[in-house]
């Protein structure tokens, strides 16, 4: 059972997660985390934890506990003290009045740092707990899938629009990926990117799910990823179209989440399962 879980149970349990040091309460990354993995993470015997979550009366969190979770949104510092944001930005398309809105808002609000991250997104580091609602309303956005078991921001290159190189369109694709797919909800965390050809600048061929253009079609490869143990992405499907790539990611998505187990990212899901079994049940008309 999840944190998550067990906190719509009963959210009384939050403030015993709270008085054994586990701040879980509003953050993606703790509360999509099994019981026993958070337990480990804190250090913390698995056995005393559950016979305290056990005894807690059905009820609701105390003001205390509500006052200290994490602000929607926030992603907490290195110091416990302050917090990070990561806006929304679809691909890291963006336009001027909204690069002057950050600005001005980043310098009201006294931010740290402003990053442009590899996953083409702004990260603003450095506010107060007190000020991230406010600085989340004078932004007028919505927070980007930056952690958590769920999909994050779609990565995609300027494809036909813009490059010479390209071969096929990769904004109007990878604008529909994040459409459908950011901040779904999976059993592991999940990353996609979209090349508009087999330069793959996006890193397609190691992500979860990477499309990349060719002059026959688009390439589906799956599985891939970076981290401390990187691995390539298997080729799925070649000479797809448009409509075929997004019925596709359809199919990968439902049969991962029906079968993939808690923390298992797609790469090692299909080591388990099998590639051409799950390519015989993906692909299947």
Same mark, same amino acid.
């Given at each position: 059972?999840?944190?998550?879980?067990?906190?719509?149970?009963?959210?009384?349990?939050?403030?015993?997660?709270?008085?054994?040091?586990?701040?879980?309460?509003?953050?993606?990354?703790?509360?999509?985390?099994?019981?026993?993995?958070?337990?480990?993470?804190?250090?913390?015997?698995?056995?005393?934890?559950?016979?305290?979550?056990?005894?807690?009366?059905?009820?609701?969190?105390?003001?205390?506990?509500?006052?200290?979770?994490?602000?929607?949104?926030?992603?907490?510092?290195?110091?416990?003290?302050?917090?990070?944001?990561?806006?929304?930005?679809?691909?890291?398309?963006?336009?001027?009045?909204?690069?002057?809105?950050?600005?001005?808002?980043?310098?009201?609000?006294?931010?740290?740092?402003?990053?442009? *991250?590899?996953?083409?997104?702004?990260?603003? /580091? @450095?506010? #107060?707990?007190?000020?991230? =609602?406010?600085?989340?309303?004078? %932004?007028?956005?919505?927070?980007?899938?930056?952690?958590?078991?769920?999909?994050?921001?779609?990565?995609?290159?300027?494809?036909?629009?813009?490059?010479?190189?390209?071969?096929?369109?990769?904004?109007?694709?990878?604008?529909?990926?994040?459409?459908?797919?950011?901040?779904?909800?999976?059993?592991?965390?999940?990353?996609?990117?979209?090349?508009?050809?087999?330069?793959?600048?996006?890193?397609?061929?190691?992500?979860?799910?990477?499309?990349?253009? *060719?002059?026959?079609?688009?390439?589906?490869? /799956? @599985?891939? #990823?970076?981290?401390?143990? =990187?691995?390539?992405?298997?080729? %799925?499907?070649?000479?797809?179209?448009?409509?075929?790539?997004?019925?596709?990611?359809?199919?990968?998505?439902?049969?991962?989440?029906?079968?993939?187990?808690?923390?298992?990212?797609?790469?090692?899901?299909?080591?388990?399962?099998?590639?051409?079994?799950?390519?015989?049940?993906?692909?299947?008309?």
């Amino acid at each position: 059972m999840t944190v998550k879980e067990v906190l719509e149970l009963n959210p009384a349990t939050a403030d015993v997660f709270r008085r054994m040091g586990m701040h879980c309460l509003g953050c993606p990354s703790a509360t999509a985390e099994s019981v026993a993995g958070a337990a480990r993470t804190h250090g913390l015997d698995i056995e005393m934890l559950l016979q305290e979550l056990n005894s807690v009366d059905l009820g609701d969190m105390s003001d205390e506990t509500r006052a200290d979770a994490l602000p929607e949104g926030a992603i907490v510092q290195r110091d416990k003290q302050h917090f990070a944001i990561v806006p929304h930005i679809p691909g890291g398309l963006v336009d001027p009045a909204t690069l002057r809105r950050i600005a001005d808002v980043a310098e009201k609000y006294n931010c740290a740092a402003i990053k442009l *991250t590899t996953a083409q997104r702004i990260a603003l /580091v @450095g506010f #107060s707990k007190e000020d991230v =609602p406010k600085v989340w309303e004078e %932004l007028g956005m919505k927070p980007g899938a930056a952690n958590g078991n769920r999909v994050r921001n779609i990565k995609f290159c300027p494809g036909t629009a813009f490059c010479k190189r390209a071969d096929q369109d990769a904004i109007g694709l990878g604008l529909e990926l994040d459409r459908r797919y950011h901040g779904m909800e999976l059993p592991s965390q999940m990353k996609m990117a979209v090349s508009g050809c087999p330069r793959k600048c996006t890193d397609a061929g190691t992500v979860d799910i990477g499309v990349v253009g *060719t002059p026959k079609g688009y390439t589906l490869m /799956v @599985g891939g #990823s970076g981290g401390i143990k =990187p691995r390539l992405a298997r080729v %799925l499907a070649d000479g797809l179209d448009r409509e075929r790539v997004l019925v596709t990611i359809d199919r990968v998505l439902d049969y991962y989440r029906a079968h993939a187990e808690r923390n298992e990212r797609l790469g090692h899901f299909l080591v388990r399962v099998g590639f051409d079994a799950f390519r015989e049940a993906v692909m299947c008309e």
